[in-house]
């Protein structure tokens, strides 16, 4: 039997009609159910003996003109830093950090500012890493002719040890904290998602020393305490927690 050419194109757009409606329809989308959370933070310290100093130490002179100044601070300058190399220390534990050539001025009501002298100020920071010397090589600076300088810091040496017993200490104080907010409110820890880390070590400088008073006369050693330096870690936490 043979079949009209209309009647079998209309059998086909009918049957395509009835199939693009499904297949235009878009298939379902479950969403996953979004865990309860805990986000907490919690911090570990400990502390530790310093066993090395950082010192501002300098020299400042004036003359009359910037030529005189700068040669009369070179030259105490220099029998600065030979007096710190004598006291142990190296090249590499003295650092230039200032050297500045200022003019000085008088001001008087209605003149204009008159030029007096000039004043050069040179410093070095130097590292001492035998606290046990530190007062003597001060003195020594102070003898040679140190006549300025800043405060002290002092610190140790290798800081990561320390470091890392504050860590344990944060992330046991962090798992605590999670178990005691899990019993109070009824959910139990299943997991931590993400743990974030802040702090740490960092230099901690001392009241100014000595500033333009130093003794000119060196008797006993320059005391210097130690004490102890804090070290703390700062960690964050989200835990994933069910009921």
């Known amino acids: ?20 409606p499904a297949a235009a329809q878009a298939p379902a989308v479950f969403n996953a159910p979004v865990p309860s959370t805990f986000a907490l933070s919690a911090f570990g310290e400990t502390r530790l003996v310093p066993d090395m100093a950082s010192i501002t130490l300098g020299v400042n002179t004036q003359a009359a003109t910037a030529g005189e100044a700068l040669k009369a601070n070179g030259a105490r300058m220099t029998a600065v830093i030979s007096a710190l190399k004598k006291a142990g220390l190296t090249d590499r534990d003295i650092q230039t950090s200032t050297l500045s050539i200022n003019p000085q001025y008088v001001y008087e009501n209605n003149q204009p500012p008159s030029l007096t002298d000039y004043q050069v100020a040179n410093q070095v920071i130097i590292t001492i890493h035998e606290l046990s010397r530190l007062g003597g090589v001060i003195d020594a600076s102070v003898a ?24 344990v200490a944060a992330v046991k104080a962090l798992n605590t904290k999670a178990e005691l907010y899990a019993r109070a409110t009824g959910y139990h820890i299943v997991r931590l998602i993400s743990l974030n880390e802040g702090g740490g070590y960092a230099p901690q400088p001392l009241m100014p020393v000595f500033a333009m008073a130093i003794r000119r006369e060196v008797g006993d050693s320059t005391p210097v305490s130690s004490g102890e330096l804090r070290v703390r870690i700062d960690v964050s936490g989200v835990f994933e927690v069910v009921k």
Not at 1 to 20: D, E, F, K, Q, S
Request: charged residues 10%; negative net charge; without cysteine.
């Open 144 to 167: 040679a002719g140190t006549n300025t300088a800043g405060g002290i810091s002092l610190g140790p040496a290798d800081p990561s040890a320390a470091e890392d017993t504050a860590r």
């Open 1 to 20: 039997m043979t079949r009209h050419p209309l009647i079998a194109l209309a059998a086909l757009l009918a049957l395509g009609a009835a199939v693009a």
